[in-house]
């Protein structure tokens, strides 16, 4: 998030505890931090925004994200909102995702390309390409897949939604088969693992030229 710095260590100190949950979904645990002494990028409830997330366990999410949590006490939680967006999320409402505060530090076309993902409607995928254009450097596909690479806050940030302009689903952190499935929860993809008509968001994100 532009213009937002992490704390000094005494501030750290000072901060209230990071919360965290797993959560049990069909594709695995979902395991998730918040802060709630942090301001994300929309409204938040007393849980505050998400900081790490990931389809892993807690306890491997707290260790691929040391440095998000260093310096900082934690204490589990019920998380109640984001229980309650995932319920919904994997009960077929599948915008939910969309109404969950996330907060994350990163370089000025990284939080752009964050910020352009958070646009892409459940139902709905980008290439490369496509999300580079949108986030202002038409020819940084490459730079592009390194935003979705170093998403910490999936799915809530639906680094899931970008695929490659050559075909078929692509990579993902957490797995190509928990990316298609997703895709697939959210419409995007059929039964057949095709992509339906109209799932390309292309009629509102330009073409890149040096898409991948």
């Not at 849980?47 to 589990?76: E, Q």
């Not at 009960?91 to 910020?115: I, K, P």
Request: proline share 7%; charged share 20%.
């Amino acid at each position: 998030m532009t213009g937002v710095h992490p704390p000094s260590g005494a501030e750290q100190q000072l901060a209230e505890p990071l919360l965290y949950a797993q959560f049990e979904t069909p594709l695995g645990p979902l395991a998730v931090v918040t802060d709630p002494g942090a301001t994300g990028d929309r409204p938040a409830g007393p849980s505050g925004p998400v900081i790490a997330s990931g389809f892993m366990s807690l306890s491997a999410l707290l260790t691929d994200r040391a440095s998000t949590v260093a310096g900082r006490t934690t204490r589990p939680d019920d998380l109640p909102e984001i229980a309650d967006v995932i319920s919904r999320y994997f009960d077929g409402e599948v915008g939910a995702l969309e109404e969950v505060s996330v907060l994350q530090q990163g370089g000025d076309f990284v939080v752009e390309s964050w910020a352009v993902l958070r646009d892409v409607s459940a139902g709905e995928v980008v290439t490369y390409g496509q999300l580079a254009s949108s986030a202002g450097r038409p020819r940084a596909a490459r730079a592009a897949g390194t935003a979705c690479a170093t998403n910490q806050v999936a799915p809530f940030v639906p680094c899931h939604r970008v695929v490659p302009a050559s075909g078929g689903v692509g990579s993902y952190g957490y797995g190509a088969q928990v990316k298609g499935d997703l895709l697939l929860h959210e419409g995007a993809l059929d039964q057949a693992g095709e992509f339906r008509a109209g799932a390309y968001s292309g009629s509102t994100m330009g073409e890149g030229a040096d898409d991948r």
